[in-house]
């Protein structure tokens, strides 16, 4: 099993431009979570999905969108690209119906560097 | 809002010594406490777990303790080594419905050999 995935591993934008960073995971979880990173601000939830065809709002979602068309998908997108948007991206999920294991461990991703100028 | 107030932001031992980290949550519904190490570079990875109907909970090295009227828990990691330096994340979660985290600041731990 791969595990979770994410594509791409580094991406540099220019303000204005957009992009999408795809997550993906085998594990056949329910849950799916988008992340930020950024020095001494720890991880901060952007948006999150509880199945597939939802999603909802989290800490910071303001600039991103979301879609969850695909159980094991979690798309994450910026409209309009803007240098606070500089950072590392990581995708988590949780929670296998079927799986061992407890409901509440979040598995992440390699994550996504992301440098907007 | 809920938050996670995390402590040191960054701590230095020596090889061998002892290593605590603290967190303090706020919201007193949270009773699922995970804590992750992230190695440079790297994404983080669940290290120990504990939940609220548990005070404490040790694997090898690394034990967890928490305090549910006070509203703290802490990471205690004996014999450090080399391999231990990381930055360490808390997070505090209710153990139900979306199962969301808030994670403290972390704690960039250094070993010195």
């Known amino acids: 099993n791969a595990g979770v995935t994410q594509t791409p591993k580094f991406r540099v934008l220019k303000t204005g431009q957009s992009m999408t960073l795809l997550c993906a995971q085998d594990m056949n979880h329910e849950y799916m979570y988008w992340y930020r990173q950024d020095p001494g601000m720890g991880l901060r939830l952007i948006h999150y999905?509880?199945?597939?065809?939802?999603?909802a709002k989290g800490e910071v979602p303001d600039g991103y969108n979301v879609s969850r068309l695909k159980k094991q998908n979690f798309l994450l997108g910026l409209e309009s690209a803007a240098p606070s948007q500089t950072s590392v991206y990581f995708c988590a999920s949780s929670y296998s119906r079927t799986g061992t294991g407890g409901k509440e461990t979040q598995y992440f991703g390699p994550g996504t560097r992301l440098l907007v100028l | 809002g809920e938050n996670v107030e995390q402590h040191p932001s960054t701590l230095s031992v020596q090889e061998g010594d002892s290593a605590v980290i603290k967190c303090t949550y706020s919201d007193s519904a949270s009773n699922y406490f995970p804590w992750y190490k992230q190695e440079l570079g790297k994404r983080p990875q669940l290290i120990i777990d504990?939940?609220?109907?548990?005070g404490e909970k040790k694997d090898q090295r690394i034990a967890v303790t928490l305090n549910k009227t006070a509203k703290h828990f802490s990471l205690h990691i004996t014999e450090t080594q080399p391999e231990d330096s990381a930055v360490y994340f808390c997070a505090a979660s209710r153990a139900s419905g979306t199962y969301k985290y808030i994670f403290g600041t972390g704690t960039r731990l250094k070993v010195l050999a």
């Open positions: 999905s509880v199945g597939e065809g939802t999603t």
């Open positions: 504990i939940r609220s109907n548990v």
